[in-house]
């Protein structure tokens, strides 16, 4: 739906005597979040929201919200609808009336001014109703106020933060950031980190993201340490069999000086809904519980060699064993590798 074609937001034309601000401001009042609103009627409706002007726009005669007008977004791809009693931007800019004249321009809201510098909502309600003739008495119908904190920037930092304590960032190690952070540890200034967080540790005044506090986290390193507290021990580093040791793990938190993604949370789940789980590694796989702590090189090169124990013991007759005589050593070895694996 354009607004220029179905006449049901603000449009004028440059010929209108009453010239327009290119960039003016408006209270709102109501928000198209879905299709169960009155205003709806297809789903280019979403995001529109209905004003009441402010600044010099702002009549003091006319203060009834039936006076509103409804605006659209100036972009779809990216955006944050503002609550009801925030006050947004708006630019004006050609509409779809300009097919029929191209004189024909119409307001767009672009954001939420942060009159409260707060992360959470910068409502100022009923600022358009001078004469207080409307009250704007609440911020959605589902929305809840929480004392979110800012995101602590560091030089060079892009951050998008939710209103709901929830962020990603796009920063560097900062060797000498002020205040310091858990992620600039064996790398240079400069060197890219991602997180993309949810649920913020209490830092202080301002949110560092900590992947061991935070709720849960996705970390995309280039060549940091990362101090992570693993949910229980690592597998062991080695597991001597007849056939030699497998190749040692590397310790979890051992710096490698390249990217690792890191994947932290209270519970993990993948799913693949119709094809297959595929774990690939140039070195090892380690799988650790509560009560297994598993090299995968390791369980495999044990079970091989329980394999090759076996075929080596022939049994010719039903009536009894014959071939080689068991190597009892070597089972109990096999068995006592097993029960290691085993915490």
Not at 16 to 39: C, Q, R
Not at 124 to 152: C, R, Y
Not at 196 to 216: K, L, P, Q, R, V
Not at 322 to 332: D, E, M, R
Request: proline fraction near 6%.
């Amino acid at each position: 739906m354009g607004f220029g074609d179905k006449g049901r937001a603000a449009s004028f034309t440059n010929g209108n005597t009453d010239v327009k601000p290119l960039i003016t401001m408006g209270e709102v009042i109501d928000v198209v979040m879905n299709d169960s609103h009155e205003w709806y009627k297809d789903n280019t409706d979403l995001g529109y929201v209905k004003i009441k002007f402010l600044g010099n726009r702002l009549s003091f005669g006319q203060v009834l919200e039936s006076e509103g007008d409804w605006i659209p977004p100036l972009n779809k791809n990216i955006s944050t609808y503002p609550l009801k009693g925030e006050v947004v931007v708006c630019v004006c800019a050609t509409t779809l009336g300009a097919q029929v004249d191209p004189r024909e321009t119409g307001y767009y809201w672009i954001s939420a001014i942060q009159a409260w510098s707060d992360i959470n909502n910068n409502a100022m309600p009923n600022v358009a109703f001078p004469n207080k003739s409307f009250k704007n008495t609440s911020l959605g119908d589902t929305f809840k106020e929480k004392d979110i904190k800012p995101m602590q920037h560091y030089e060079g930092d892009t951050i998008i933060q939710g209103r709901f304590d929830n962020s990603i960032r796009l920063g560097s190690t900062v060797v000498s950031g002020k205040p310091g952070n858990t992620w600039s540890v064996g790398s240079a200034d400069g060197d890219p980190i991602m997180f993309i967080s949810n649920g913020h540790a209490d830092t202080g005044d301002a949110h560092i993201e900590d992947i061991n506090d935070n709720e849960s986290t996705v970390l995309l390193t280039s060549k940091q340490k990362i101090d992570l507290k693993p949910g229980s021990s690592i597998a062991a580093q080695t597991v001597t069999i007849p056939t030699g040791p497998v190749i040692p793990m590397i310790p979890i938190n051992g710096y490698l000086g390249s990217s690792q993604v890191i994947i932290n949370g209270d519970r993990l789940i993948f799913n693949a809904k119709k094809e297959n789980i595929i774990l690939a590694a140039t070195k090892e796989i380690g799988l650790s519980t509560a009560s297994w702590k598993l090299n995968v090189s390791a369980l495999a090169d044990v079970v091989l060699e329980m394999l090759t124990q076996l075929t080596q013991e022939t049994h010719p007759t039903p009536c009894g064993l014959s071939g080689p005589p068991v190597q009892a050593p070597i089972y109990a070895q096999l068995k006592a590798q097993m029960e290691a694996m085993k915490q």
